[in-house]
């Protein structure tokens, strides 16, 4: 699964500027380790294979951190 490209912390930065400048709201990061682990969780891997198994678990790996 080497086709697969993740989010960076940058990548999301920008997502949510973007949104922001659309409909309005804070632009203010909480806490940027807690933007950094999220953004880890569909990389995790042991050895050479990836925790979430498809592109499907990796894309719910990002929206069920918290």
């Given at each position: 699964?080497?086709d697969?490209s993740?989010l960076?912390?940058?990548i999301?930065?920008?997502?949510?500027s973007l949104?922001?400048m659309?409909?309005?709201?804070?632009?203010?990061?909480?806490?940027?380790?807690?933007l950094d682990?999220?953004?880890?969780?569909?990389?995790?891997?042991f050895?050479?294979?990836?925790?979430?198994?498809?592109?499907?678990?990796m894309?719910?790996a990002y929206l069920s951190?918290h």
């Amino acid at each position: 699964m080497n086709d697969v490209s993740f989010l960076t912390p940058e990548i999301v930065i920008k997502l949510h500027s973007l949104q922001i400048m659309k409909f309005g709201g804070d632009s203010s990061l909480r806490d940027a380790n807690l933007l950094d682990s999220a953004c880890a969780m569909p990389v995790a891997a042991f050895g050479d294979n990836y925790l979430y198994t498809d592109v499907f678990e990796m894309a719910a790996a990002y929206l069920s951190h918290h």
